[in-house]
């Protein structure tokens, strides 16, 4: 099983046609968020004193609490708030021009902000809401909402 | 009632919307008294053995529902459009495509010519076969016997769409927007009827249920079918009901009287 | 007869290249095709919600099942010990292993979630055929890449039997399973049967001989190898053979629903008024793909090579064509009718109770469909090019054991 030389050649190009391939397959996902510009991620601030745990812990274990709190509720329909993924939302809304909160399809979006700096790639806003609920969390607070006004 | 006093201070300590959180559980409470869902009294015997925000579904409850077709109109969609409105699931106009989380099916019996209205949705089977065949495990069955997918690790293959025997599921066939913070969906994931478990875990009825006695004939019941003493329970019981395709061995918790 | 002496084709030639760029072309657009549904999602396509399954998963499933009979003549040759069909062992080992690969990224490419490839070999519900299949799949890359090892290395070939005898069984068991995918769909009564199993075997080995055939007969015209009528004629029996078994298992297939009383209507549906779906059985399956083949193999001994060589070809590709409609008619037909909820009632809803289910595939799944056609065909061309799969002559001289130099072949 000898390969002769031009053979290498060959397998070697083979490679770094899939290679490239795979890249351009990459590049072309559907997802074509632009970098963004400035060199350091401007994040902006969440509401409220601080944050679900110490903001050092949350910057570097946030994606670990989300996985956990995902299957938590998934698998078993745990319904606590603390690491919740709409509860994130919420309280990183970021205002728009027109007051109303920013999707993520906005660069300035909480989640975003250093995403884009760090080139990480989630997928959950796909099918998540990037935007906390325009009538509060679910149609009950919004009974609950004119409930209180009366 | 109040599973979620029990649990506040301690879900999240530090939350500046913790009052708005407490209003909203006294809320709750109104809304359960209101008469709509007094109807069936599901809310009162639910609230006994409602579940604390971090607790786990329990295998001791088996949610299920009990359609009296007599009772469902050949013209009402009232239970499809509830969950159109609570699930946001507004389709393209493109039928084909377009997911269908119930929906109604009239039947005409040749012989006879009767005809007849009823609901159909997951069957939340005790035995469900797009459970077996999903090769990720992303079709589960939740300890209550909820029958969901797991969005996250579905990978999309469709398996279980042609493994049910009701129909019952559908696939996202494009890019949505715009999705409800509490019902999360998206391209290219099967779906289905969730007996709208973001709802149950929040002691609340699913939204065709509450729909159909509200507007509807008030032919649809929720409960546990585990519990003795639930209303579910009690009628399943007494009354002969029917399961679609029974045959197939399925036990689904999804049962019909007058069929 | 001499030791046969294998090497890598040349593939200097303007033809070749020409074939590797077409290849490539095809493969290519098999790629874009697939970004292309995945970016806008699956509407676009003629799949929808009824249709779950379309034209990929035909060739998808077309390529798999022939993958594992390709690799029959491998078997044949190292563990039941047909001497003739040594030589043709390690090509036949590369061709299976280029049809699996061609059709499981096709299988792959089509997923809602092909990025989610990692979840799919990572976690396992073991109560799935489907995920028994990924095992299986793998490990036939993985067993027919070290039988190809024992057979192409001089100092492991005494292991070659033993390795030979493993992927034997492996493709069995893999064939077996892939047919069980449809097995396992309980409400489905065209497939609720278990026939399907034996079926998908006996079709293996029939669509994996006649395109081993064909690539075969291409391979060593292409690069100017002769090929002796000895062994056409023998591989041409065979596969007279396995079309005759898979008409037979066939037959059993729609008799046995015949005399299932609730599957009287699918039966009916498929083989008298299904439209599409029983032109494609009666016109393309049966005759295209069964009974002219048969005509083709067992003719009375060929009157001179040439046209022995010609009708074998033309044989393999009606197996070839009469195989893909088989394969269509089982997955899409098996869709088209409905499921029946409420038997003994006329059903209507807004979602298609009740209903025949249309199907016309779109250009997206065609081109990933025939880009994983030609991914198989770039992995053989690749592989006959950079290793030696094919021995330098196959004429019955150097090969056919009862070879009788005193005959005038050429």
Not at chain 3, 43 to 63: C, D, S
Request: proline share 4%; net charge neutral; hydrophobic share 45%.
């Amino acid at each position: 099983m000898r390969l002769n030389r031009s053979a290498m050649i060959t397998i070697a190009v083979a490679l770094a046609l899939f290679a490239s391939l795979a890249v351009v397959v990459t590049a072309a996902e559907k997802n074509d968020r632009t970098m963004s510009e400035v060199p350091v991620p401007a994040i902006p601030q969440g509401q409220g004193e601080r944050c679900v745990e110490d903001t050092d812990f949350m910057r570097r274990n946030h994606m670990t609490l989300l996985m956990h709190q995902r299957d938590d509720t998934m698998l078993q329909g745990i319904r606590t708030k603390q690491y919740s993924l709409k509860e994130c939302v919420n309280c990183h809304a970021v205002q728009g021009k027109d007051e109303s909160a920013v999707s993520v399809s906005d660069p300035k979006h909480f989640c975003r902000a250093c995403h884009d700096y760090a080139a990480v790639k989630i997928d959950c806003f796909e099918c998540h809401s990037s935007r906390p609920e325009i009538d509060a969390a679910s149609p009950h607070d919004g009974l609950i909402a004119e409930m209180l006004k009366e | 009632m109040n599973r979620k006093a029990d649990k506040p201070a301690t879900a999240m300590p530090f939350d500046p919307g913790r009052r708005s959180f407490l209003a909203g559980t006294a809320a709750t409470a109104g809304v359960a008294l209101a008469p709509g869902i007094f109807l069936y009294s599901v809310g009162a015997s639910r609230s006994a053995e409602a579940r604390a925000l971090d607790e786990a579904a329990s295998s001791e409850v088996r949610w299920g529902m009990l359609i009296d077709v007599n009772r469902c109109d050949s013209g009402c969609n009232d239970c499809v459009s509830a969950c159109v409105t609570e699930n946001g699931l507004q389709g393209h106009g493109r039928p084909a495509t377009d997911p269908q989380w119930i929906r109604k099916i009239d039947l005409r019996d040749p012989n006879t010519g009767r005809e007849q209205s009823l609901p159909v949705m997951c069957q939340h089977c005790d035995e469900p076969p797009c459970v077996d065949v999903c090769p990720t495990g992303a079709s589960f069955k939740r300890a209550d016997g909820i029958v969901l997918v797991n969005k996250h690790t579905c990978i999309g293959c469709r398996y279980c769409i042609s493994a049910c025997p009701y129909k019952a599921r559908s696939f996202v066939h494009e890019t949505l927007e715009d999705q409800k913070s509490y019902a999360p969906r998206g391209k290219g994931t099967v779906e289905s009827c969730t007996l709208c478990v973001h709802r149950i875990d929040d002691d609340r009825q699913p939204a065709c249920v509450e729909a159909c006695s509200d507007t509807g004939g008030g032919a649809m019941l929720f409960g546990d079918l585990n519990n003795p003493d639930s209303e579910i329970a009690r009628r399943v019981a007494q009354y002969a009901s029917q399961q679609i395709r029974a045959d197939l061995g399925l036990n689904p918790a999804v049962r019909y009287r007058n069929l | 007869m001499k030791r046969t002496i294998y090497s890598e084709i040349d593939g200097k030639s303007g033809r070749f290249y020409l074939l590797a760029a077409v290849l490539a072309a095809l493969t290519l657009s098999g790629f874009v095709a697939a970004l292309y549904m995945e970016h806008y999602g699956h509407y676009i396509t003629g799949m929808n919600n009824q249709i779950v399954w379309g034209l990929p998963h035909v060739f998808a499933i077309f390529l798999i099942v022939a993958a594992s009979g390709a690799l029959n003549v491998a078997s044949i040759g190292t563990v039941f010990g047909k001497r003739i069909y040594k030589p043709l062992g390690r090509f036949s080992g590369l061709l299976a292993l280029a049809l699996l690969l061609g059709g499981l990224t096709v299988l792959v490419l089509d997923l809602g979630r092909p990025d989610r490839l990692i979840v799919a070999m990572t976690t396992y519900n073991f109560t799935s055929i489907f995920a028994w299949n990924i095992y299986l799949y793998v490990g036939f890359i993985g067993v027919v890449a070290v039988y190809l090892w024992m057979q192409m290395e001089r100092r492991m070939n005494r292991y070659a039997r033993a390795a030979g005898m493993l992927a034997f069984l492996w493709r069995l068991v893999l064939t077996t399973g892939t047919g069980s995918i449809f097995g396992f769909l309980v409400a489905r009564e065209a497939y609720d049967s278990a026939i399907m199993a034996p079926l998908f075997i006996a079709m293996s080995f029939s669509f994996g001989l006649a395109i081993y055939v064909l690539v075969l007969l291409a391979a060593c015209h292409g690069s100017g190898r002769e090929i002796g009528d000895a062994v056409l004629r023998r591989l041409g029996r065979l596969l007279g053979v396995f079309v005759a078994v898979v008409l037979y298992f066939t037959a059993v297939q729609h008799l046995t629903n015949l005399y299932a009383a609730e599957h009287l209507g699918v039966e009916r549906f498929i083989l008298l008024d299904g439209g599409i779906f029983t032109v494609l059985f009666w016109g393309v399956q049966v005759t295209v793909g069964g009974l002219l083949p048969l005509l083709l193999l067992f003719r009375s001994p060929p009157v001179n090579s040439v046209v022995s060589a010609r009708g074998l070809v033309i044989a393999c590709l009606a197996i070839v064509a009469g195989g893909f409609a088989q394969v269509y008619v089982i997955v899409i037909g098996g869709q088209a009718w409905p499921l029946n909820l409420f038997p003994d009632r006329e059903v209507s809803s807004s979602f298609y109770d009740g209903v025949i289910s249309n199907y016309s595939p779109s250009l997206p799944e065609l081109g990933l469909g025939l880009g994983g056609v030609a991914l198989t065909g770039l992995i053989v061309l690749f592989g006959i090019r950079i290793l030696r799969f094919l021995p330098t002559t196959l004429a019955d001289s150097a090969i056919d054991p009862n070879f009788v130099s005193s005959a005038d072949k050429s």
